[in-house]
């Protein structure tokens, strides 16, 4: 019997690596589509909150609601503005607004998003404690998936959402090395309550220019989702060159122990914490660098990127961060994980073969996140290494400028909303 278009997924059996954003949204895809799946998370329990805010254009969370990946009522806030500013000595505590930049945002807690992947996929699949150390071709379109200390599972697809030091992107591409960009995102976040004065941040996100990057602040739904004025959450992060030679003292914890990539909460050496905190104050206008020196539990994750080239090689494919992984200017790392799943499983849907699928789904995916990649590297030069002096620029030259940088167009949901 021929397959046809709506049953080459049924009883397809597909073992998936990795349990954050990525991998829960291939899971709920697959197990609609009638797959047989097993979803393997290396972390004992549930995942801590990675982030704070993530920005989305706002058609994104219309396609995520109609189809069913998050509640129709998930908390966000909907901004219109991307203020510019630039510290100056007659505006030190506000800034001088360079460009009220139109562009439409929607801000949402990065928790509550994976919460309602999380809470969509079955028990029954998802898998905690489960370390992947191998991936085997056993031929005949299937694949072992060997976890630490419980053997080897056969699987005739499988789908590495494991993040940006994939184990999956290693074991298909060896050669693929990630680039550090040679600078990294500051991070933290801050109650409301704790602020004093809201209103600069009221009316949309603001993002502080300064030589060598800038800084972005905006507020997000509390950690309870509420949206209520005084019990948000007001998110930000702030780009910092550091030399590669020096990132590894960077990464140091305060116990002294070196961390690959990322500083989580708390973890930060409070000589490294307390320098990044001065600076922000000959960086940024006054509101904003007591914003960072007020928050508690700051954070830092390097900034790499890399692109691949492919997104599978026989029936082991590639998802979200494990695949091609830009850099966070393109306000893209969630929702490429969640586009990834979207066209595997449409992809599944509308040919009549496995093979058919997965061949139209990894050229398209290739060709967009390898895009995206490019897309995040042209934003970083503008807005981190070549960033030019706003408090010299109005609002014409600006959006001369801006738009003169940016001749890169993406193609994932809706490219204009992105540029920022
Ligand atoms: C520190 C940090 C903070 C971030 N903050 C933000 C933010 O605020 N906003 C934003 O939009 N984006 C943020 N990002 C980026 C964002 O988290 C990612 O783009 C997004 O989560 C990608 O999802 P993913 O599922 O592809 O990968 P990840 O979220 O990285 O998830 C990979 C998962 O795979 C699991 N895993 C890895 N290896 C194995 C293995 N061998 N076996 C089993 N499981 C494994 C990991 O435990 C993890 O759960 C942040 C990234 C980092 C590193």
Same mark, same amino acid.
């Given at each position: 019997?021929?397959?046809?278009?709506?049953?080459?997924?049924?009883?397809?059996?597909?073992?998936?690596?990795?349990?954050?954003?990525?991998?829960?949204?291939?899971?709920?895809?697959?197990?609609?589509?009638?797959?047989?799946?097993?979803?393997?998370?290396?972390?004992?329990?549930?995942?801590?909150?990675?982030?704070?805010?993530?920005?989305?254009?706002?058609?994104?969370? @219309?396609?995520?609601?109609?189809?069913?990946?998050?509640?129709?009522?998930?908390?966000?806030?909907?901004?219109?503005?991307?203020?510019?500013?630039?510290?100056?000595?007659?505006?030190?505590?506000?800034?001088? &607004?360079?460009?009220?930049?139109?562009?439409?945002?929607? !801000?949402?807690?990065?928790?509550?998003?994976?919460?309602?992947?999380?809470?969509?996929?079955?028990?029954?699949?998802?898998?905690?404690?489960?370390?992947?150390?191998?991936?085997?071709?056993?031929?005949?379109?299937?694949?072992?998936?060997?976890?630490?200390?419980?053997?080897?599972?056969?699987?005739?697809?499988? *789908?590495?959402?494991?993040?940006?030091?994939?184990?999956?992107?290693?074991?298909?591409?060896?050669?693929?090395? &990630?680039?550090?960009?040679?600078?990294?995102?500051?991070?933290?976040?801050?109650?409301?309550?704790?602020?004093?004065?809201?209103?600069?941040?009221?009316?949309?996100?603001?993002?502080?220019?300064?030589?060598?990057?800038?800084?972005? $602040?905006?507020?997000?739904?509390?950690?309870?989702?509420?949206?209520?004025?005084?019990?948000?959450?007001?998110?930000?992060? *702030?780009?910092?060159? *550091?030399?590669?030679?020096?990132?590894?003292?960077?990464?140091?914890?305060?116990?002294?122990?070196?961390?690959?990539?990322?500083?989580?909460?708390?973890?930060?050496?409070?000589?490294?914490?307390?320098?990044?905190?001065?600076?922000?104050?000959?960086?940024?206008?006054?509101?904003?660098?007591?914003?960072?020196?007020?928050?508690?539990?700051? $954070?830092?994750?390097? &900034?790499?990127?890399?692109?691949?080239?492919?997104?599978?090689?026989?029936? &082991?494919?590639?998802?979200?961060?494990?695949?091609?992984?830009?850099?966070?200017?393109?306000?893209?790392?969630?929702?490429?994980?969640?586009?990834?799943?979207?066209? !595997?499983?449409?992809?599944?849907?509308?040919?009549?073969?496995?093979?058919?699928?997965?061949?139209?789904?990894?050229?398209?995916?290739?060709?967009?996140?390898?895009?995206?990649?490019?897309?995040?590297?042209?934003?970083?030069?503008?807005?981190?290494?070549?960033?030019?002096?706003?408090?010299?620029?109005?609002?014409?030259?600006?959006?001369?400028?801006?738009?003169?940088?940016?001749?890169?167009?993406?193609?994932?949901?809706?490219? @204009?909303?992105?540029?920022?």
């Amino acid at each position: 019997m021929s397959d046809t278009a709506s049953d080459i997924a049924q009883g397809l059996k597909v073992g998936i690596i990795g349990g954050s954003i990525a991998g829960c949204t291939v899971a709920i895809e697959l197990v609609r589509l009638g797959c047989d799946v097993t979803l393997f998370e290396r972390t004992g329990e549930e995942l801590k909150d990675r982030g704070a805010g993530i920005g989305v254009p706002p058609s994104v969370i @219309n396609t995520f609601i109609s189809r069913d990946l998050v509640d129709a009522d998930i908390p966000y806030f909907s901004s219109h503005t991307f203020t510019r500013i630039w510290r100056t000595v007659p505006e030190q505590r506000y800034g001088y &607004i360079a460009w009220d930049q139109p562009a439409s945002l929607d !801000l949402l807690n990065w928790g509550g998003l994976y919460r309602n992947l999380r809470k969509r996929v079955p028990e029954s699949v998802y898998r905690t404690a489960q370390r992947v150390v191998a991936l085997h071709e056993l031929g005949s379109g299937r694949v072992g998936v060997e976890v630490a200390n419980s053997g080897t599972q056969e699987f005739d697809l499988v *789908v590495c959402a494991d993040g940006y030091t994939s184990l999956g992107r290693r074991t298909l591409f060896p050669e693929v090395a &990630i680039q550090y960009a040679g600078y990294v995102l500051w991070r933290g976040f801050l109650m409301e309550d704790e602020l004093g004065e809201s209103k600069p941040l009221e009316s949309g996100v603001r993002c502080l220019g300064y030589p060598g990057g800038h800084g972005i $602040f905006y507020f997000v739904p509390g950690p309870d989702g509420s949206v209520a004025p005084g019990k948000r959450l007001v998110n930000w992060g *702030v780009y910092v060159p *550091v030399a590669e030679s020096t990132l590894t003292a960077f990464l140091t914890d305060k116990e002294g122990k070196v961390h690959e990539g990322s500083l989580p909460p708390g973890a930060m050496a409070v000589p490294t914490e307390t320098a990044l905190k001065q600076k922000a104050y000959e960086r940024m206008p006054d509101y904003y660098a007591e914003i960072t020196d007020k928050s508690p539990n700051t $954070f830092a994750y390097a &900034i790499y990127d890399c692109q691949v080239p492919a997104y599978r090689k026989g029936r &082991i494919c590639l998802a979200g961060d494990a695949g091609a992984f830009a850099r966070p200017h393109s306000a893209a790392g969630a929702l490429k994980g969640i586009n990834d799943a979207i066209a !595997l499983s449409d992809a599944l849907k509308t040919h009549t073969s496995v093979e058919e699928a997965l061949t139209h789904w990894d050229r398209t995916q290739t060709a967009t996140d390898n895009n995206l990649v490019r897309f995040g590297n042209q934003l970083g030069r503008a807005l981190v290494k070549e960033i030019p002096d706003w408090s010299q620029m109005d609002a014409m030259s600006m959006e001369k400028w801006f738009t003169s940088i940016i001749t890169i167009q993406t193609e994932m949901f809706d490219a @204009n909303a992105r540029k920022v």
